[in-house]
C-alpha cells in the first residue's frame, strides 16, 4: 500500500530555508517518479520537482534555488528550499506515479500526500 506523508513545513522570512521531506512507503524509487508540487489560495497547482533515481527535474521558478532528492535506505524524498521567497508560499505536496518524470505533471494514477504548508514574509 502506497502512502506519502509531509512533514517540515513553516514560517520563514524572505531569503530564508526550509527542508521538506516525503516520508514513502510501498514505493520503489527504481519503479516510481516523486514529485513536489505546490498550491497557493487561487492559484493552480503547480510542479515544482521530480526525481526517477538519478534524474532531477525543476521548474524553472525554483532552479537554482531549491534541491530534491532521494534516500533510499530511509525512504524519505527530501526538497531543500533555498532563498525563499513570497512567491513560494503555498501548500506543498508529495506525489508518486509509475511513468512519464519529466514534465512535472503528475501521471493520472498518482498517489498523494496531504501537504505541508509553507509561508514566507517579505
Known amino acids: 500500500q502506497e502512502r506519502l506523508v509531509e512533514s517540515g513545513g513553516g514560517s520563514v522570512q524572505s531569503g530564508g530555508s526550509l527542508t521538506l521531506s516525503c516520508a514513502t512507503s510501498?514505493?520503489?524509487?527504481?519503479?516510481?517518479?516523486v514529485g513536489w508540487f505546490r498550491q497557493a489560495p487561487g492559484k493552480g497547482r503547480e510542479g515544482v520537482a521530480n526525481?526517477?533515481?538519478?534524474?532531477?527535474y525543476y521548474a524553472d521558478s525554483v532552479k537554482g534555488r531549491f534541491t530534491i532528492s532521494q534516500n533510499g535506505t530511509k525512504n524519505i524524498v527530501q526538497l531543500q528550499m533555498n532563498n525563499l521567497n513570497p512567491e513560494d508560499t503555498a501548500m506543498y505536496y508529495c506525489?508518486?506515479?509509475?511513468?512519464?518524470?519529466?514534465?512535472?505533471?503528475?501521471?493520472?494514477?498518482?498517489?498523494w500526500g496531504r501537504g505541508t504548508q509553507v509561508t514566507v514574509s517579505s
Open positions: 506525489a508518486a506515479w509509475r511513468g512519464n518524470c519529466a514534465a512535472l505533471v503528475p501521471g493520472p494514477n498518482a498517489f
Open positions: 510501498g514505493v520503489p524509487y527504481s519503479l516510481y517518479c
Open positions: 526525481s526517477y533515481i538519478l534524474r532531477t
